[in-house]
């Protein structure tokens, strides 16, 4: 069959149907629909009756009933944010629970994960602030703080974090010396970048958050490493010495130091006692006087027999008084010499006179012993 009728007008090839005929009537669809279902199934093929056009209506119905719902009707989970754009312009933000909004293509929305945290890395050479090349890896994590500005303000946001993070390393590390980077700055390093990466993002209205940078050991280039091993060597070296010489130091010092708070406490005690054994003194020579004044010579008498037995309890001198002894006495010198030098009482014939009550006779008889009538045998 001919797709062109003789008079000229187009045919469809698949329906026969005259373009300038206008669309198929709806009626028409859903009857053909009808009768290729019933020869599917082996039915009769009949008329479609205004029973069967209401059913299939319903049908019909639901479906874009449905349809409908799945578009209009929007769940936002705890960690998203629903960004909501009207023929393609953004109008808000949806917060976490169920949402109704304009089916598309009228409103459109986009979920975005603000809690979910991304990782990426910058790994390349960075000169040091000395004029030294250094290799240098960096892991930042960051997460979505504005989902609307997190989609519009920029173009590409991971790449944006990533040369932002590379330019931050590099201001930073151009201001430190190797030997800093190297051994103890990788730690402040780490956050004075996460603070420089932060505050350029948010200059960008990247919606972006950093929640940490990670600084590697860094490593000098493969072609110097063999150098910088030696160098780290010796200054572990010097580190090491000094930690010896201040080992000895202080050893030395606290021992002077608590030598010296021995002879403190020496000087402490030797002061104490002699302040006691003075005021000790002065309050016996007080007791004295008062005894004193009461009996002189008695007084007189004691202190000069308790002088004489001090002086005398550690000479290795016998002193003997003839006065009142007989002309034979023993005397065992060598049990006196014995003892230590300490003078014991001579053994003698005769028993000791008794002794007689005080009198002014005892006066004379202490003056005639000082004057010399006691006869010292060596």
Known sequence: MAWNDPDGNERDPWGGRRKDQGPPDLDEVVRKMQEKLSGLFGGKQRQPTSQDNAFVWGVIGIVAVCLLAWEMVYRIDPAERGVVLRFGKYVSVLQPGPHVRFPRPIEEV??????????????????????????????????????????????????????????????????????????????????????????????????????????????????????????????????????????????????????GARIRLDAEAYKERVIAQAEGETKRFSQLLTEYDKAPAVTRNRLYLEAMEEVLSSSSKVLMDTRNGSNVTYLPLDKIMGNGGAATAPETTEAAPEPQPYAPALEDSLRDRRVGRTRVVR
């Open 110 to 259: 986009r979920k975005i994960n603000v809690e979910r945290i991304e990782t990426l890395t910058a790994n390349s050479s960075m000169l040091t602030g000395d004029e030294n090349i250094v290799d240098v890896e960096v892991a930042v994590q960051y997460r979505i703080k504005d989902a609307e500005a997190y989609l519009f303000r920029i173009a590409d946001p991971e790449v944006s974090v990533q040369r932002v993070t590379e330019s931050a390393i590099r201001d930073v590390i151009g201001q430190r010396t190797l030997d800093f980077v190297i051994t103890e700055g990788r730690a402040e390093i780490a956050t004075q970048a996460q603070t420089l990466i932060q505050q350029t993002l948010d200059n960008y209205q990247s919606g972006v958050i950093i929640t940490s940078v990670n600084m590697q050991p860094a490593k000098p280039p493969e072609e110097v490493k063999a150098a910088f091993d030696d160098a780290i060597k010796a200054r572990e070296d010097k580190e090491r010495k000094v930690n010896e010489g201040e080992a000895y130091r202080n050893e030395v010092v606290e021992r002077a130091a608590g030598e």
